[in-house]
Each structure stands twice: as C-alpha cells, then as structure tokens.
C-alpha cells in the first residue's frame, strides 16, 4: 500500500505549506525521468477581449517571484501579455503521470536579467532574436534566411551579441499552483495552493 501524506494523498505531495518547495521537488524529479525538454510549458494568454490563445516555452527560471521565460516582445503573445498580463501555465510529465498549472500575472523581466539570460544563449540563436519577426507574416522562407545572414555579418563577434530592445523576459508571479497525480480509474489527486490578501498560501483539496 502506497504511502500518504496528512491529507491522505501519495507521498509524492509531502507535507509542504510553500508550493515553490514541492514545485522543485517534482521539477527535479521531472529533470531525471522527462526524456525531452522537462521544463516545457503550456503558456496560456488571452487579448484585451479576451480571445485565448496558447503555445508551448520554456520555463528558464524559478524563484519566489514567480516562473521565467523568455520571448519576442512583438510576437502574438507578446501583444497579448502587453494588454492582459493574466496568464497561466500547465506543466505535463507524461513520464510521472503528473502535472502542474499555474495562474498569476505576467511582469516583464528587468534589462539586467534579460541581458543576463540572452547572453548564456548559443550564438545562432541570439542571432535569430535579431532576424526572426516572431508571428508576422513570413512572404518567402528564403527573406528569413537572408536576414540571418545579414545579422550574421553585422554581429560577426560571437562574443559580443548585443540584446535586442524587441527581445525579454517576463516572470509570471503565481496567485495559485495546482498539483496533479493521475490515479487509477480517473479518480485523480489534487492539492491547490491559493495566494490570500496577507500574501500566505493556502493549501486545498480538489475533486477529480
């Protein structure tokens, strides 16, 4: 018989009032068992009138300030955060049959974190920051590629790749964390931490 936590649910919850602390628990398990790309992410926004729209990134960072990623400041969900910054986020490990969403609200990264993070990344791809207009209409493949080599040319010092304004981070603080393990039969385990008005969490049972 499978160990419980106090609330009765699988050893797996721990007994852990700050949802950040079990987030990294499961983030590290997911980081050993997750074949590919254990911190992708669904990213859920919404337009001003409030038109849905979700896509796969990739979490960059983690703190109690709330979960990082990176992105083309003028792409589609760029637009999005800039006129409705609420937001949410669902992490699925198909390989621990559990996953993870989150809601809060999206707060651009400062000019000395993004510059931090775009500098550890691969050459080309600091060079398709510059090149790629991220959503827009691309008229020919071929426009892209020349871009490439354009940025390629003028930024011809891997070292030295500046930023682009157009290029950042955001960090969405969490106002609740679910955690979900598959059970059998569909009868499902669920523990929601919600964000109260003295900024402390509160931990709640969920029906499968």
């Not at 936590?5 to 050893?11: A, E, M, P, Q, T």
């Not at 919850?13 to 990294?24: G, H, K, M, V």
């Not at 896509?55 to 589609?76: A, E, I, P, W």
């Not at 931090?116 to 426009?143: C, F, H, M, P």
Request: include cysteine; charge should be positive.
């Amino acid at each position: 018989m499978n160990q419980k936590n106090s609330l009765g649910l699988d050893k797996c919850f721990l007994d852990l009032d700050d949802p950040f602390e079990l987030f990294e628990k499961w983030f590290l398990e997911a980081k050993k068992k997750e074949i590919n790309d254990p911190n992708a992410l669904a990213l859920g926004t919404a337009s001003k009138d409030g038109t849905p729209a979700v896509r796969m990134v990739l979490l960059k960072g983690f703190d109690k300030d709330g979960f990082v990623f990176y992105t083309n400041l003028t792409s589609q969900k760029g637009n999005e955060i800039r006129e409705n910054p609420k937001a949410s986020m669902c992490f699925h490990w198909k390989s621990l049959l559990r996953q993870i969403r989150i809601s809060g609200i999206l707060k651009q990264v400062s000019n000395e974190t993004a510059d931090a993070y775009y500098n550890t990344r691969a050459y080309e791809s600091r060079i398709g920051a510059w090149a790629s207009r991220q959503s827009s209409v691309l008229d020919n493949r071929k426009n892209l590629l020349k871009r490439l080599d354009e940025f390629r040319e003028k930024y011809n010092d891997k070292e030295n790749v500046p930023r682009p304004n157009h290029w950042s981070g955001f960090t969405l603080k969490p106002s609740s964390i679910e955690f979900w393990l598959d059970g059998d039969n569909r009868i499902h385990e669920r523990l929601k931490y919600t964000l109260d008005k003295k900024n402390s969490w509160n931990k709640k049972l969920l029906s499968p």
